[in-house]
């Protein structure tokens, strides 16, 4: 059961930042199917909110994606819940911004948004694990002073 826990951490990272993106893509075929029963156009949208809505739903999903792809390593990890916080969100980091600049998006508030997640993601996973020391570390040398 251990080592599984371990084999999981990785694809958690991944798949959270694609279980985000297909969040997304639902997202935007929703505002697009509100958009062209509000003025119908065959291939582009004309209403105003639609580029808010658009950059929008690219926050929202990165930051869920950074939020999920810390923690949930994190709660799988067998030990070193810290370091899996971590590498989950350096992991799933990249891959959440290189799908934004593929998609087009103006990157500042999306990437701001995942980038924030990602750090309070992190806090809370050092704060909710602070006195949790894996059971296997032995201390090598007593405390001086002791």
């Not at 119908?40 to 926050?59: F, G, N, Q, R």
């Not at 350096?90 to 990437?111: D, E, M, Q």
Request: contains cysteine; aromatic residues 10%.
């Amino acid at each position: 059961m251990w080592l599984i826990r371990w084999l999981l951490v990785v694809p958690l990272a991944f798949g959270s930042v694609y279980a985000a993106v297909l969040l997304g893509m639902l997202l935007l075929r929703m505002s697009d199917f509100l958009c062209h029963a509000l003025r119908l156009s065959d291939a582009l949208c004309m209403v105003t909110w639609y580029p808010v809505a658009e950059i929008i739903v690219a926050s929202v999903c990165g930051a869920f994606a950074s939020l999920f792809a810390a923690i949930l390593p994190a709660l799988v990890a067998p030990s070193h819940k810290q370091a899996a916080a971590i590498a989950g969100t350096l992991v799933s980091l990249p891959i959440a911004v290189w799908i934004l600049v593929v998609l087009a998006f103006p990157l500042f508030l999306p990437v701001l948004t995942s980038v924030l997640a990602a750090l309070l993601a992190i806090r809370w996973v050092f704060r909710q694990y602070a006195g949790h020391r894996p059971t296997n570390v032995r201390q090598t040398a007593p405390l001086a002073g002791r």
